[in-house]
């Protein structure tokens, strides 16, 4: 059975730092994307980071370029976004996703209706 638990998510004050874990199980981990999204109230779903272990690549929105960073744990199939200097508009349930999808390093490869597998999600507030 595939699976994939977040964890990490909580309440931060604006310019802190969060780390989110992702662990996979059921599936072959290298052979996937995996994609950290977010959805604020009101908002819709949109993609933050994504990354491909096997094609050493990775992806991510605009926003966060420079504030979040995506890695992963092949041997603990965990994927982990370190989250610094927070804002408030990061506050959003997060949730991992995987994917089987071909890695081409841009904005396609963190849509959402690519994924197949997703966690529940945790969540993240940061406060003003």
């Known amino acids: 059975e595939v699976q994939l638990v977040e964890s990490g998510g909580g309440l931060v004050q604006a310019g802190g730092s969060l780390r989110l874990s992702c662990a996979a199980s059921?599936?072959?981990?290298?052979?996937?994307?995996i994609g950290w999204f977010r959805q604020a109230p009101g908002k819709e779903r949109e993609g933050v980071s994504c990354?491909?272990?096997?094609?050493?690549?990775?992806y991510y929105k605009r926003s966060v370029k420079g504030r979040f960073t995506i890695s992963s744990d092949n041997a603990k199939n965990t994927i982990y976004l370190q989250m610094n200097s927070l804002k408030p508009e990061d506050t959003a349930v997060y949730y991992c996703?995987?994917?089987?999808?071909?890695?081409?390093?841009?904005?396609?490869?963190?849509?959402?209706?690519?994924?197949?597998?997703w966690g529940q999600g945790t969540q993240v507030t940061v406060s003003s």
């Open positions: 059921g599936f072959t981990f290298d052979n996937y994307v």
């Open positions: 996703a995987a994917g089987k999808i071909r890695w081409i390093g841009s904005v396609i490869n963190c849509l959402g209706p690519l994924y197949d597998y």
């Open positions: 990354i491909s272990s096997s094609d050493n690549g990775t």
